[in-house]
């Protein structure tokens, strides 16, 4: 999987891509918020990024298949909500906005 980063600039309430690690400063923990990309991609193509606000829609599971979730890292996996996105077809994901910029 491609390691790539984007970071949640605090003070000027931007999200960055970065590049080389060379741009992150040293301390980037007082500035930034950094995330990482899943090296997935959502229905329409766009990269899925944690921090990610994405919506599932699984028709086969009626009402149930349908949550709107923060893509989050936790117990080595990213997750949607209580689901690893490992387990959800991306045909049925929409990144729908981010955490800090909120919903498109």
């Known amino acids: 999987m491609e390691i790539k980063l984007r970071a ?6 931007r999200m960055i891509y970065i590049e080389s690690f060379s ?6 923990k007082d500035v930034w918020i950094l995330m990482l990309f899943t090296g ?5 193509g766009e990269e899925i990024w944690e921090g990610d606000i994405v919506k599932w829609h ?5 009402s149930i298949g349908d949550e709107i ?16 996105l490992r387990d959800i077809d991306m045909k ?3 990144v729908i906005g981010n955490i ?4 498109k």
């Open 92 to 94: 049925f994901l929409e």
């Open 58 to 62: 699984d028709p086969e599971y009626g």
């Open 23 to 28: 741009q992150i400063p040293s301390n980037w």
């Open 69 to 84: 979730a923060p893509i989050e890292f936790k117990e080595a996996s990213f997750c949607h909500g209580h689901i690893t």
């Open 100 to 103: 800090y910029e909120g919903e």
């Open 8 to 13: 949640w600039d605090k003070i000027n309430k």
């Open 40 to 44: 997935l991609h959502d229905k329409h």
